[in-house]
């Protein structure tokens, strides 16, 4: 394991942070400290896996690790009398579980970080960090945002939740709908995450995927009266069902023009089908728009019945309820099938000079596909070589490297043409 003991733990530590430090800030109460024990309980493994090799359930042995680390810091705090409540928590482990109507470490996790007196903002990034495991960078390029302001936020939110003893507990149920928006938005960034990681060596955390689907499934149960809910689930399963056929086997990424459609999920499209057909009836709000979109492509059956104009129409209709700059970028892209790559291009120059898109390789991507399309190569080459010099990916580096290849060489042809 000496080799790639540090691949193979960061791994184990994406997949299991969050799950590790919901579980034991239930058990301790106290958010700082449950995330302090499952750092050292990594900090543990990296010291003891590689001569021991790695145990058979490795997210079971961390939070063993971690909820041990924490009994002990409070063990020896309540033996200097300091904290006699936490002294209580070392003699009551039989004790009747607490009612709840969120059953799911989780899911909890996402209700408490998700509290009002905190920004939506520091709500969505601290669940982000807490419950999903993601680091700082990888938050700042999911907002958008320079990673020092996303590295305030998440410090003056955990700082706000100390001073003013926000609890470590869900809400009564007659207090979840408000915090609902926070919580569909942290579970649809757990799944952006995986379905299009910002960084790293893969372009898609199967991990994140699943769990966000599963916390998808029980925010549906938990919120049966909640349309959204059942939208974002249908979203996030509409999407998911092209997962599977969006690498090749050697893990180059595949358009999604190019992909097998019969191996797209069916499953999870009639899943999905029926969800957005329940949500529909409730109300439109940006999940449902966004999952008539993904909609619009797993049901198309070939790329070129892709119904253009119904997208194009669903993301005009999505600017009225949010005014990301991503998704003029995707708007643009659905103009060039539908008017032509001229107009595409005209379209993304709204968000040329986003402040937002600064840093990404969205822009520049976007571009430079259009341009290809339109066959004007030298162009093309020039805007896939800014992507490349933005991306953070490794796949999606390779993917780009991959197309400015392809224009180069056109560009080149043409230009030997007599």
Known sequence: MRGGRGEAIDGIYRAEFGRALATVARLVGDIGLAEDAVHEAFADALRSWPDRGLPSNPGAWITTAARNRALD????????????QDAVLLTVPNEEPEVTP??????????????????????????????????????????????HTVAQRLTRAKAKIRAAGIP??????????????????????????????????????????????????????????????????ALMLLNDSRRGQRRCADGELVPIEDQDRTGWNRAEIESGLRCLISAAADGVGPYLIQARIAAAHATARTWAETDWGAIVSAYDELRTHSSSPVIVVNRAIAVGFLHGFGAGL????EVADHPR???????PAARADLLRRAGRYAESATQYRDALGRASNEQVLQFLASRLAQVEAAAEQDITQP
Not at 178 to 207: H, K, M, N, Q, W
């Open 73 to 84: 810091r409070l063990r020896r705090e309540s033996a200097r009398g300091a904290k006699e």
């Open 102 to 147: 969120v059953p799911d470490d989780q899911l909890r996790m996402i209700f408490t970080c998700c509290h009002p007196a905190l920004s939506i903002e520091s709500q969505v990034a601290l669940t982000l960090r807490l419950v999903c495991g993601l680091r700082t960078i990888e938050i700042a390029r999911a907002f958008l945002q320079p990673e």
């Open 168 to 233: 470590l507990r869900v809400p009564p149920a007659h207090l979840l709908p408000e915090r609902v928006p926070a919580v569909l938005a942290c579970v649809y960034l757990v799944f952006t995450e995986g379905y299009s990681a910002t960084s790293g060596s893969t372009a898609i955390r199967d991990e994140l995927c699943d769990e966000a689907i599963r916390l998808g499934k029980l925010l549906c149960a938990l919120l049966p009266e909640e349309p959204e809910a059942r939208a974002l689930l």
């Open 346 to 349: 005209a379209a993304l120059d």
């Open 357 to 363: 898109l600064a840093a990404s390789h969205l822009v």
